[in-house]
């Protein structure tokens, strides 16, 4: 089974419709972004995935501002 047929799947059950997917994947190109969105995706993100953008994206499907560490957390 692929990503993209899970969230198929996902948004077909009305016990999962609404859990929010976000695609992290080293493919970059707009085909996939499009069809990630297309199926249901909320979030987009290539690897590497920076940490800013992991956690904007979070903050953003949750609708918060997570606390923003000084250094970097071992």
Known sequence: MTGY????????SPSTRRIP???VTSRAG???R???MKEGAVA???K????????AAV???????APRPV????
């Open 5 to 12: 047929e899970l969230m198929v799947q996902l948004r077909q």
């Open 59 to 65: 903050e953003q499907l949750i609708g918060t501002e």
């Open 21 to 23: 997917v976000m695609v």
């Open 48 to 55: 590497p995935v920076q940490e800013d953008q992991l956690i």
């Open 34 to 36: 499009d069809r990630a």
């Open 71 to 74: 250094a970097p957390v071992a």
């Open 30 to 32: 707009a085909k996939h």
């Open 44 to 46: 987009f993100l290539t």
